[in-house]
């Protein structure tokens, strides 16, 4: 097994238009590799990420700063920084920020 520092700050941002049919735009500092996605992302106001469903694997997501909400499986709920949204193999998840900053958030999707 090998060890990795991951440094988002020295990774280009990558632009995702209307991201899984989303508004505006998800910016994503991502690390990929056989394993997964290991990513650092942000949503300005009134951007999103459209509902889609992880057949494969789960998502794990860490807010690390702003505020907005999530549906997973047609629950509702708010995310604020230092929250954890947990969207198991299988489910359905969409993310919106409805609040007035960035929401930025660090993200894994394990390919398992």
């Known amino acids: ?21 989303g508004e505006k735009e998800l910016r994503a500092k991502m690390f990929i590799d056989e394993n997964g996605k290991i990513l650092r992302g942000t949503l300005a106001p009134g951007a999103s990420i459209g509902l889609h469903t992880h057949g494969t694997s789960s998502e794990m997501i860490y807010y690390l700063s702003g505020c907005g909400k999530v549906i997973c499986d047609g629950k509702e709920e708010r995310v604020f920084a230092g929250d954890c949204h947990y969207c198991p193999k299988g489910s359905a998840h969409t993310m919106i920020n409805d609040g007035a900053e960035d929401l930025v958030f660090f993200a894994v999707v394990p390919l398992q």
């Open 1 to 21: 097994m090998r060890n990795m520092k991951i440094v988002f700050d020295a990774m280009p941002d990558t632009v995702l238009e209307k991201f899984c049919g």
